[in-house]
């Protein structure tokens, strides 16, 4: 069974076995050893200096927003293709209809790895020691596209195994697993505390813009 194991900020140090891939994102490149194939989804100027000149020669893929001239292994992360294969935009539908519809969730580099290996159809995939911190930024505006597309994953029939102390997948902890079996007491004092919460973000004019490097490329 083709098994892709995703690893992000700690690296994997078990012994391969067949059919197993690593899929690193950022700057795990370099401590990770096996890699199949590296994911930077970021802009280039948020990673170390020199990383450019380093994966200048890797023997690995590396995909990107587009493709860098400078990374002879460099390739486009086919977001557009993947989206419409998987119905959330239409085939002549640009990038930028794309984003105006907000269908491909992703707020995070790990999502798109995950959209990827259910477009490939891998047997399996495991997501090694991420998404641990509860109550880091990670939990605040990550966790919601990781389990929208894990769940994706299983509903083809991909086996996703999860980190025993992760929170992706899990209810907030004020929150019952099971709903109508289980009552939360506190919910009350939590309602009141979500609420508020909600309504100061919504305030929030929301601004966007492309990154630089994308940019380049509209």
Same mark, same amino acid.
């Given at each position: ?34 890699? *199949? ?22 023997? $690995? ?12 292994? *460099? ?105 109508? $079996? ?17 309504r100061r973000l919504n ?16």
């Amino acid at each position: 069974m083709r098994t892709v194991i995703i690893v992000g900020n700690t690296p994997y140090t078990e012994t391969l076995q067949k059919d197993e891939e690593i899929w690193a994102m950022n700057k795990i490149f370099t401590v990770q050893e096996n890699i *199949s194939r590296l994911y930077i989804m970021d802009d280039f100027d948020c990673l170390p200096k020199g990383t450019e000149e380093i994966l200048a020669n890797v023997s $690995y893929p590396i995909f990107l927003k587009t493709r860098n001239p400078k990374i002879r292994t *460099s390739v486009p992360y086919p977001l557009l293709h993947i989206a419409r294969v998987f119905g959330l935009m239409g085939k002549d539908d640009t990038i930028y209809d794309l984003e105006k519809s907000r269908n491909f969730n992703s707020t995070c580099s790990l999502s798109y790895l995950l959209a990827q290996a259910a477009y490939e159809k891998v047997g399996k995939i495991i997501i090694h020691q991420m998404m641990l911190r509860r109550w880091s930024l990670e939990y605040m505006i990550q966790k919601e596209s990781n389990d929208y597309w894990i769940g994706f994953c299983r509903g083809k029939g991909i086996e996703v195994v999860l980190p025993d102390n992760s929170f992706l997948c899990k209810p907030n902890s004020w929150c019952s697993s099971l709903y109508g $079996y289980v009552n939360s007491e506190n919910m009350p004092a939590v309602s009141g505390i979500l609420t508020n919460y909600n309504r100061r973000l919504n305030a929030i004019s929301a601004k966007f813009s492309w990154s630089k490097e994308f940019a380049l490329t509209l």
